[in-house]
């Protein structure tokens, strides 16, 4: 089985910093997701990690560790716009659909 | 470049009917899924398919249909529908190529059952 833990809601400052966590236990591991969503929108792709380490794109960068099932999203500079939901997602060896967390609704104050 | 596009965007039913949420992508894409997001549960897969004439279920396919006779099309039916089945659903394609290959998302039909 496999089962993917976000925190449901979290709050920040506009221009400061947060993390968001993600724990898997899961049946294998062959890459972990991170994407976007805005109220009534499609999910949108942010980030991949396959292998232990931080991947930095811009202000967003994930972490993995697979030998804690770990993963963080870390967002610098809030900004208004990046209130919206943050959805992790698990990847199980071979051509295996995504499964994804619940989401961490994520709201950014002034 | 259009993309994974769903139709329709929104639909209001009657409990019994059948309801079918089209999803076409012009990406060629082998796989294509479909997921529903509701409160509480997130993105729950409904059926996948790996190519045209192959389907496969997921987490959550009673109550639903699918088939895939063409690359570019993967229909979603619910034969009966329910008020469980109030919904969003989201169409997404994929050409599996690596490990590292994210799915793409349409931009969802909100379903009410009444």
């Known amino acids: 089985g496999q089962n993917i833990d976000q925190p449901t809601e979290m709050t920040a400052t506009e221009g400061a910093i947060v993390q968001i966590n993600c724990t898997y236990q899961t049946s294998g591991f062959n890459g972990l997701f991170w994407y976007q969503q805005h109220a009534g929108e499609a999910p949108t792709f942010l980030s991949y990690n396959v292998l232990d380490g931080l991947e930095e794109k811009g202000r967003f960068s994930s972490f993995l560790s697979r030998s804690k099932g770990y993963s963080y999203l870390l967002l610098k500079e809030l900004q208004m716009k990046d209130s919206a939901s943050y959805l992790c997602a698990v990847r199980s060896p071979g051509n295996t659909p995504l499964v994804f967390g619940k989401g961490t609704r994520l709201s950014v104050i002034a | 470049d259009a993309g994974i596009t769903q139709s329709p965007r929104y639909k209001i039913t009657e409990t019994g009917r059948q309801v079918t949420l089209m999803c076409h992508q012009t990406?060629?894409?082998?796989?294509m899924f479909w997921y529903r997001q509701d409160l509480g549960h997130g993105l729950r897969l409904i059926y996948y398919s790996a190519a045209a004439d192959i389907t496969d279920k997921g987490e959550v396919p009673d109550g639903y249909v699918v088939s895939r006779s063409k690359t570019e099309n993967f229909p979603l039916t619910l034969e009966s529908a329910t008020r469980s089945q109030t919904s969003v659903y989201f169409c997404?394609?994929?050409?599996?190529?690596?490990?590292?290959?994210?799915?793409?998302f349409g931009e969802g039909s909100w379903l009410t059952v009444v």
């Open positions: 997404a394609s994929s050409d599996y190529t690596g490990s590292g290959n994210t799915i793409y």
């Open positions: 990406w060629s894409h082998s796989y």
